[in-house]
């Protein structure tokens, strides 16, 4: 990585590029930055380090979390208000949760998905309820967060929370270029409205560093440092700068540094998760947030796990096996040390590998397989009883189609019987990082003494969104954007442009 | 709090305070800073923001974690080596523990314990090996970190650790003044050796941000800008200025943002605890690590903890009771979402008040008493079966005297009986955070473009120190006073202080 300390302006000698709004990265938070700086009448660069639009958005599943009564929602028969969304992602994303921004995003969820709509992204009215990894096809809607199984479907939180499915999906197939990725398809149709407006786009450029100049006694950012073939490119931003660049998942000094549990395995969908956006701002005194919070994924085919129990390294249950994926990632990694066990009898198993949608990608063979609880207990190696101990009491409860240790949902209880199956699922896990810059409800990046800094912005998965100790799969795309948005359009009415015009060569 | 952004030192009209070393804080990392600064040859200043040293060190139970063989290990009999007390550190102190700065402290430990001895600090050559808070006397040593519990003393760790006590005791009666903590007679022989070494130490002193000028095109810290009754007072540091002000336990902003789990818990012995000196360095690109990270004591009597079952919401064993109270706190916290139930029968229950060195202070009668465990199952409202399940499996094993599912020790584990109780032990945490300043093994700062940051140092819990993810009492003072010797080293030879004499007036 190169130096991301910053460079005072006037040892600049060349200003290469120059636009009143800069923006770094071409990912999700890029690209709606972008849209809505041009729209506000900035003239917009974009500098992204690879050689194309995109970023980890165009390769991810496509999810974003939307809600509050989206027009999709409301189609579908879906009842769900900002409120509603408000409490369940402040019990979800937590602790330590924002709460001010959760409360923000809900009001303004509903009017972002006709945003998105009027953007040309396309959702199609269909609702998918299975337990899966991704939508099978290309139905729009579906549940991305847990909303519908314990803790928050259960008493006393069923009072509070009515589930609702949040999670938007892009229409993946494309009749022109038969590219089908969800994620692209949330991008494309962005990154040709940008284009439209004229925000223009330089590739193969790596942001190194801020360029700062002082501004009524403190330093305010004036462009950025990039490098490009091996050379240093000065770009002037005449307002502001907008940092866009994602997690740092993929620099593997920050992953120990903050969130050790990811040492060795990220998941960000590109390498170019390096934080370098993080560092260069935390190089003028940026404030960070939740560095240790993660997405973790699990990997497990959601229709085998939600028929059977998942067990940590003393054989107890921890999790409703039939909840959201991230949830379980998350409680394996972080309270579990990593150990689980899926345990299912063989016709559970027959039944979740018959199913249409389940997802063959993560079918294995059973790493143990028995007569009895008690022989898979010992094959496993686990203490004596702890596993018979465990399904009986599974049993016991299923007998009458119940679950109230974890609150499965009665659909899927059923008493494990015998020949019975165990998956070794140790280290079935990966993320991306959830932490980053401390930023207002405009993408101003705050400063560690208190207040922003001068001409900078910051938006997606290198700033503190809307979760911390908890995750729901499209919050990313969901916070980068509608925050890509707002960062843009502040970034284009900085005030303070003229000031540092005086500052700058 | 004050400002916290660096200010030019070429705007400080006039320097009130000056020396070679400025020591902000004087607590453990301080004084041990001023000394070893002073023994280099450094004319030394220690500003305090209270009316007189101690810090939180000094109200603490005074623990040092010291091993490798040091010679009151040795005059105790205890067989200790710094690669046994490196290798349990690493396994300890993570994940995420900086294995590096483990390997260091724990080769130089045992010299350290001789340098305290030099210093005046007394240790009784005694040992106490019985569950409890603190040590019940004075006496010198006792197991301060689960080294003699699961899963340290089980194989196969039993095999790559050999279990020696390392928490070091001050003795804690004092002849002359009557004042008999632990940590008070650690810090006073040493504050007493700081002053005949010709220390100064200003008092109501309150640091507020660092000064800074450049030097070879980079900032260096030059001094230390402070409040005193109101007004700036600007100190000079002629070499280098070293932080040691404590933890970020009691800056709610900071816990919020990086440790959230520790919201309304804060227990770090002193209020003065407030982050600024990570605030401070931060302002100048200082890198920071593990900012989660927090120590979390357990309000329970260990006399009551080990002779019972401890189980989560979903009455489920999830730690052995019988070892050290941290590891209690951090895995109630962290993973059983501070929840917590001690069950015990009545006959464990008075066994244990009647230990003369049981913690009375932690009393308080059952929450729940019962015939049975379903009985009690029902009153404490846990789901049908869960505890009925726990203490059956757990009374299977007992009857052998074994606990093959968390390895409590067989000294501790009898079958559970009647009547039986339980503790609502829910919420019973508190503690400190671990996280801070990242710097080399010299107390470097190190800025996050890498390097350090000329001119400044750190020490104590304002920096990330031995502890990640795990912690054992007496690493606090211990790698406080053995860095904070080490900053203080460095920083009376810090040879920029002659090009930078020329950048400040």
């Known amino acids: 990585m190169q130096d991301v300390r910053p460079v005072r302006a006037d040892r ?9 709004v800069v923006i770094a990265g071409y990912g999700i938070a890029g690209v709606c930055a972008a849209i809505e700086a041009a729209r506000a009448g900035a003239d917009v660069l974009v500098v992204e380090r690879t050689g194309g639009w995109g970023g980890a958005a165009a390769l991810s599943g496509g999810w974003i979390y939307l809600g509050g009564g989206t027009a999709l929602q409301r189609s579908l028969g879906f009842d769900d208000t900002p409120e509603n969304m408000e409490r369940f992602l402040c019990a979800a994303l937590g602790p330590g949760a924002d709460e001010a921004r959760i409360a923000d995003y809900s009001r303004g969820s509903a009017a972002h998905y006709d945003w998105l709509v009027d953007c040309g992204v396309e959702f199609k009215p269909e609702f998918w309820g299975e337990p899966g990894w991704e939508v099978p096809h290309d139905e729009g809607l579906g549940f991305s967060g847990g909303e519908n199984a314990a803790p928050f479907n259960t008493a006393p939180a069923s009072d509070r929370f009515s589930p609702a499915p949040r999670g938007h999906v892009p229409r993946m197939a494309d009749k022109r270029t038969g590219v089908r990725g969800a994620g692209y398809m949330l991008m ?158 063989e016709a559970a198993h027959e039944a979740g590998c018959a199913t249409a949608t389940s997802t063959p990608y993560f079918r294995q063979p059973p790493t143990w397989v028995a007569e009895s609880v008690a022989e898979l207990e010992a094959e496993m190696g686990l203490p004596d009883g702890v596993l018979q101990a465990t399904v009986e009491l599974y049993n016991r409860h299923a007998a009458r189609g119940v679950d109230p240790v974890l609150g499965k949902k009665p659909e899927w209880v059923r008493p494990i019987g015998t020949p019975v199956a165990a998956f070794d699922m140790r280290g079935f896990t990966a993320g991306f990082t959830l932490g980053g810059l401390r930023c207002d409800l405009d993408g101003r990046v705050q400063h560690v003494a208190g207040g922003a800094i001068p001409g900078l912005y910051a938006a997606g998965r290198c700033t503190w969104g809307l979760c911390a100790g908890g995750y729901a799969s499209g919050t990313s795309l969901g916070d980068g954007s509608f925050y890509g948005r707002r960062a843009g359009a502040a970034a284009a009415c900085e005030h303070a442009a003229e000031v540092r015009e005086s500052a700058v060569k």
Chains 1, 2 share one sequence.
């Not at 700062?212 to 002037?236: S, T």
């Open 188 to 345: 494309r149709p962005l990154v040709e409205t940008a284009e439209r407006l004229g925000v223009r786009a330089e590739y193969d450029l790596r942001v190194a560093s801020l360029i700062v100049a002082e501004q009524d006694g403190v330093d305010a950012v004036v462009g950025l440092k990039a490098r490009r073939y091996g050379h240093d490119v000065a770009i002037r931003a005449r307002r502001a700068v907008v940092l866009a660049t994602g997690s740092f998942a993929y620099n593997a000094d920050m992953v120990a540094a903050h969130a050790p549990r990811l040492i060795g395995r990220p998941a960000a969908a590109i390498e170019e998760h390096d934080g370098v956006s993080i560092l260069m701002a935390q190089a003028v005194g940026a404030a960070v947030a939740h560095m240790d919070a993660t997405e973790v994924a699990f990997f497990g085919d959601p229709q085998l796990l939600a028929r059977g129990i998942l067990v940590n390294g003393r054989g107890q249950r921890f999790v409703p096996e039939d909840t959201y994926g991230g949830r379980i990632g998350q409680a394996t990694l972080v309270t579990q040390d990593n150990q689980a066990y899926l345990v299912l009898d």
């Open 12 to 20: 600049i000698e060349q200003w290469e590029l120059e636009a009143d």
